[in-house]
């Protein structure tokens, strides 16, 4: 099962338009980056243009300044026409940018010309006569300077259709100071871009002359087909003349990479692209692995949540550095006044405390702990105190280092409740079956005792016979009361012997849970039937009785021998609870004023004469009940006496249930107990008996 996280979504979103937005700035750097040296090639690329255009420019200014010296060396030493000629000639073999030189005089005729021996003669279509206006303006110009000048350039038409851009040069010839002639020299201005210029310079690409308009004057050479051309323009300021010097290259500028350093730029953003990729692809992998840990975590801490066993991690000081929710409900603590506690811990008890920490201490200094569980005392927030069973085992982390401790919490009241239900229920299994063995004794018993009973209550019938008979034929008046003293204690043997024919009848149905004989019966009389000896051990106790009756109380359906039995069980235990109390020995006289006083009282169970209830109450001036001795009062066995069995108050609550009524007690005040149980009323009641008093004494 994969957990889903709010917002994961929006995470993913975000991640993927930074990641977007990511390799868009990477793509316009590298784009920039390779704009920019693309640009900065080109840069170097004009840059080298306009230095060859410079160099090509001074190329052109020597080589014309050479050709000038020349042409004046060559008239300071001839001085004849035809030797003139001859060294004119080779020097036009030498130069073949030079079409023609021309030797004239003071007044522009001409004396003679030598033209270029490498083609045919340039003024076969129009005369060199027709032509002398740009050499003749140069030459007045030189004149003027006392220089050389160059003269506009000017076109000659040629036999093949085609034509020369030319320029003549005039330089003014002087000896001793006196001008004697002039020297003409007609430039073809393509034979200068291709004579003149070095080699390297023009090699692929392509160099022309034009005027300052832009009008291309001459052309060399054609530079290399390419995507992108570079032009270079460099000014050729002659004497007398001015030309432009335009440079055309298409060398160094390939369509993609213009030289190794655009490559090497590009090549280095192919490789951020890939690393990029691979860091992108490594991310991928990173978030899916987190996305994985995450939900392995969230899982984790699911299953940590709910389980209902307590966790507690410590660290090697003791200090608590984890705990999960159900630890923190056990003990009603939350979890941050937990957290970095050390000893000792909050939900120890205060009177364990010492106990407690001596024993963790002794337990973290071991180098290993036991993993076998052991039983403790906790103490919630309320101060409520429960056993839990801790297991604690060492805590190693992922190195195998040993960081602390981890235990396991168990909240085991539960389970000790049951095992007390479970020995509360043993307990009363085997009350039970000392209950039926009772039983069955009493069942013995009064099957034993029936006969000893009834034999008694013959003899004391027989003994009253002999009695009455030896008194009626004697006649003395001290032998007649001497019988009748003797009648009337055997009269009270013979009923009280019959008295426990009864009991032992009454504790046979009992035991044999027959269908119980119940009799409307007034509730004096039921007080009545056990006064005799309640008397007895009053007087032997020195107890006084208190009786107090409210005629108002209607008669009662009850199975009068065990009711009996119950009030005569609770006045002897009231007695001996007062006897506890009192060690002074007991009065020999009845009804003797004493401090002791036992109090049998019977009234409606509710505050209206008309009450369906009877209540019954024996009230005693003894110690009364302590809280210890409450909670086990009613428990067959239990008893505080010496010689006690313990099933008296138990067999008086049976009976008292059995009629539909409720037997309990409280504290009397000053002191004392109340022992207090209700009978329902008969149906028919039965009628009432003579008025006696409400209150009396005996």
Same mark, same amino acid.
């Given at each position: 099962?994969?957990?889903?996280?709010?917002?994961?979504?929006?995470?993913?979103?975000?991640?993927?338009?930074?990641?977007?937005?990511? *390799?868009? @700035?990477? %793509? =316009?750097?590298?784009? /920039?980056?390779?704009?920019? !040296? $693309? +640009?900065?090639?080109?840069?170097? #690329?004009?840059?080298?243009?306009?230095?060859?255009?410079?160099?090509?420019?001074?190329?052109?200014?020597?080589?014309?300044?050479?050709?000038?010296?020349?042409?004046?060396?060559?008239?300071?030493?001839?001085?004849?026409?035809?030797?003139?000629?001859?060294?004119?000639?080779?020097?036009?073999?030498?130069?073949?940018?030079?079409?023609?030189?021309?030797?004239?005089?003071?007044?522009?005729?001409?004396?003679?010309?030598?033209?270029?021996?490498?083609?045919?003669?340039?003024?076969?279509?129009?005369?060199?006569?027709?032509?002398?206006?740009?050499?003749?303006?140069?030459?007045?110009?030189?004149?003027?300077?006392?220089?050389?000048?160059?003269?506009?350039?000017?076109?000659?038409?040629?036999?093949?259709? *085609?034509? @020369?851009? %030319? =320029?003549?040069?005039? /330089?003014?010839?002087?000896? !001793? $100071? +006196?001008?004697?002639?002039?020297? #003409?020299?007609?430039?073809?201005?393509?034979?200068?871009?291709?004579?003149?210029?070095?080699?390297?310079?023009?090699?692929?690409?392509?160099?022309?002359?034009?005027?300052?308009?832009?009008?291309?004057?001459?052309?060399?050479?054609?530079?290399?087909?390419?995507?992108?051309?570079?032009?270079?323009?460099?000014?050729?300021?002659?004497?007398?003349?001015?030309?432009?010097?335009?440079?055309?290259?298409?060398?160094?500028?390939?369509?993609?990479?213009?030289?190794?350093?655009?490559?090497?730029?590009?090549?280095?953003?192919?490789?951020?692209?890939?690393?990029?990729?691979?860091?992108?692809?490594?991310?991928?992998?990173?978030?899916?692995?987190?996305?994985?840990?995450?939900?392995?975590?969230?899982?984790?801490?699911?299953?940590?949540?709910?389980?209902?066993?307590?966790?507690?991690?410590?660290?090697?000081?003791?200090?608590?550095?984890? #705990?999960?929710?159900?630890?923190?409900?056990?003990?009603?603590?939350?979890?941050?006044?937990?957290?970095?506690?050390?000893?000792?811990?909050?939900?120890?008890?205060?009177?364990?405390?010492?106990?407690?920490?001596?024993?963790?201490?002794?337990?973290?200094?071991?180098?290993?702990?036991?993993?076998?569980?052991?039983?403790?005392?906790?103490?919630?927030?309320?101060?409520?105190?429960?056993?839990?069973?801790?297991?604690?085992?060492?805590?190693?982390?992922?190195?195998?280092?040993?960081?602390?401790?981890?235990?396991?919490?168990?909240?085991?009241?539960?389970?000790?409740?049951?095992?007390?239900?479970?020995?509360?229920?043993?307990?009363?299994?085997?009350?039970?079956?000392?209950?039926?063995?009772?039983?069955?004794?009493?069942?013995?018993?009064?099957?034993?005792?029936?006969?000893?009973?009834?034999?008694?209550?013959?003899?004391?019938?027989?003994?009253?016979?002999?009695?009455?008979?030896?008194?009626?034929?004697?006649?003395?008046?001290?032998?007649?009361?001497?019988?009748?003293?003797?009648?009337?204690?055997?009269?009270?043997?013979?009923?009280?012997?019959?008295?426990?024919?009864?009991?032992?009848?009454?504790?046979?149905?009992?035991?044999?849970?027959?269908?119980?004989?119940?009799?409307?019966?007034?509730?004096?009389?039921?007080?009545?039937?056990?006064?005799?000896?309640?008397?007895?051990?009053?007087?032997?106790?020195?107890?006084?009785?208190?009786?107090?009756?409210?005629?108002?109380?209607?008669?009662?359906?009850?199975?009068?021998?065990?009711?009996?039995?119950?009030?005569?069980?609770?006045?002897?235990?009231?007695?001996?609870?007062?006897?506890?109390?009192?060690?002074?020995?007991?009065?020999?006289?009845?009804?003797?004023?004493?401090?002791?006083?036992?109090?049998?009282?019977?009234?409606?169970?509710?505050?209206?004469?008309?009450?369906?209830?009877?209540?019954?109450?024996?009230?005693?001036?003894?110690?009364?009940?302590?809280?210890?001795?409450?909670?086990?009062?009613?428990?067959?066995?239990?008893?505080?006496?010496?010689?006690?069995?313990?099933?008296?108050?138990?067999?008086?609550?049976?009976?008292?249930?059995?009629?539909?009524?409720?037997?309990?007690?409280?504290?009397?005040?000053?002191?004392?107990?109340?022992?207090?149980?209700?009978?329902?009323?008969?149906?028919?009641?039965?009628?009432?008996?003579?008025?006696?008093?409400?209150?009396?004494?005996?």
């Amino acid at each position: 099962m994969r957990l889903k996280f709010p917002g994961a979504a929006d995470r993913a979103s975000r991640r993927r338009a930074l990641w977007l937005l990511l *390799l868009a @700035l990477v %793509v =316009a750097l590298l784009g /920039l980056l390779v704009w920019l !040296a $693309g +640009r900065y090639e080109s840069s170097l #690329v004009q840059s080298r243009l306009e230095d060859n255009a410079a160099l090509a420019v001074t190329d052109i200014r020597a080589g014309l300044n050479r050709n000038l010296q020349a042409v004046q060396a060559l008239h300071a030493r001839e001085r004849s026409v035809e030797a003139w000629r001859v060294s004119a000639g080779r020097l036009l073999h030498d130069h073949r940018e030079i079409l023609r030189l021309e030797w004239r005089n003071e007044g522009l005729d001409m004396q003679g010309f030598v033209e270029t021996p490498f083609r045919p003669s340039v003024f076969g279509q129009l005369k060199r006569a027709s032509l002398q206006a740009d050499a003749s303006l140069a030459c007045v110009a030189a004149r003027r300077v006392s220089s050389a000048i160059y003269s506009s350039s000017y076109f000659l038409p040629q036999a093949d259709g *085609l034509g @020369l851009e %030319v =320029a003549d040069m005039c /330089l003014p010839l002087t000896q !001793a $100071g +006196r001008l004697t002639g002039y020297a #003409v020299v007609t430039y073809s201005l393509q034979s200068v871009l291709s004579e003149l210029v070095s080699k390297p310079l023009s090699h692929g690409i392509g160099l022309s002359l034009t005027e300052a308009d832009g009008t291309r004057l001459a052309l060399h050479g054609i530079p290399a087909r390419a995507s992108r051309m570079f032009i270079a323009r460099q000014l050729l300021d002659l004497p007398g003349s001015t030309f432009v010097l335009r440079m055309e290259s298409r060398l160094g500028t390939p369509a993609l990479f213009p030289n190794i350093l655009t490559a090497l730029v590009t090549a280095m953003a192919l490789a951020l692209m890939a690393v990029l990729f691979l860091l992108g692809r490594d991310m991928r992998r990173r978030l899916q692995v987190e996305h994985d840990l995450g939900e392995a975590l969230a899982f984790r801490k699911a299953m940590e949540d709910s389980l209902l066993t307590g966790l507690r991690a410590r660290d090697l000081q003791g200090r608590i550095t984890y #705990v999960n929710p159900a630890f923190c409900k056990m003990v009603g603590v939350e979890a941050q006044a937990l957290l970095n506690q050390s000893m000792p811990s909050p939900y120890w008890p205060p009177e364990l405390a010492g106990v407690y920490q001596r024993r963790q201490e002794m337990r973290l200094a071991g180098n290993h702990l036991p993993r076998e569980g052991h039983e403790s005392v906790f103490m919630r927030q309320d101060g409520t105190r429960f056993p839990v069973l801790i297991m604690e085992a060492p805590l190693i982390n992922a190195v195998g280092k040993h960081t602390g401790w981890m235990s396991a919490i168990l909240d085991v009241s539960e389970q000790r409740r049951t095992e007390e239900l479970s020995r509360a229920s043993q307990d009363r299994l085997q009350a039970s079956a000392r209950l039926a063995m009772v039983g069955e004794m009493a069942s013995l018993l009064s099957h034993e005792l029936n006969q000893p009973l009834a034999a008694i209550s013959s003899y004391a019938t027989g003994s009253l016979n002999l009695l009455q008979d030896e008194a009626a034929s004697t006649g003395a008046p001290d032998a007649l009361a001497l019988s009748d003293d003797l009648q009337v204690a055997m009269r009270c043997i013979a009923e009280q012997a019959e008295r426990a024919g009864k009991v032992i009848k009454s504790v046979h149905d009992f035991v044999r849970r027959s269908d119980r004989v119940r009799e409307a019966v007034e509730p004096r009389a039921l007080l009545e039937a056990i006064m005799p000896l309640v008397i007895l051990q009053a007087r032997k106790l020195g107890v006084r009785i208190s009786l107090e009756v409210n005629d108002a109380c209607l008669p009662v359906l009850c199975d009068r021998t065990m009711v009996e039995q119950v009030l005569l069980n609770l006045a002897r235990n009231g007695m001996q609870a007062m006897q506890a109390n009192d060690d002074a020995g007991p009065s020999a006289q009845a009804l003797v004023p004493s401090g002791k006083v036992l109090t049998l009282r019977i009234c409606p169970a509710a505050p209206h004469a008309s009450s369906q209830w009877v209540e019954f109450a024996v009230i005693d001036q003894g110690e009364g009940i302590s809280s210890e001795v409450a909670g086990q009062l009613f428990t067959p066995f239990f008893t505080t006496k010496k010689e006690g069995m313990g099933l008296g108050l138990s067999l008086c609550r049976t009976v008292i249930e059995q009629h539909g009524g409720c037997l309990a007690y409280e504290n009397g005040q000053p002191q004392g107990t109340i022992f207090s149980f209700t009978l329902p009323v008969a149906l028919v009641p039965a009628a009432k008996a003579l008025a006696q008093p409400a209150l009396a004494e005996s």
